[in-house]
């Protein structure tokens, strides 16, 4: 995907879906915990490492 989806601010640089500054290209955004009550229990299942991730992966799964 390469299409902006409007409206969605993405600082995940590490992903291969973000682009720019802060657009994100995903065709859709999974997120989830749907028993989240806070936002640190909240998880974005979109998530994929690009190769360029600075300092490989962090405990993200894929």
Do not use: P, W
């Not at 600082?11 to 028993?35: L, M, P, R, W």
């Amino acid at each position: 995907m390469d299409k902006k989806i409007g409206a969605i601010t993405c600082f995940a640089k590490n992903c291969v879906y973000h682009k720019g500054n802060t657009d994100c290209t995903a065709g859709t955004i999974e997120v989830g915990n749907s028993t989240a009550c806070k936002c640190g229990e909240t998880q974005c299942s979109t998530f994929r490492l690009n190769d360029n991730a600075v300092g490989g992966a962090r405990g993200c799964c894929d």
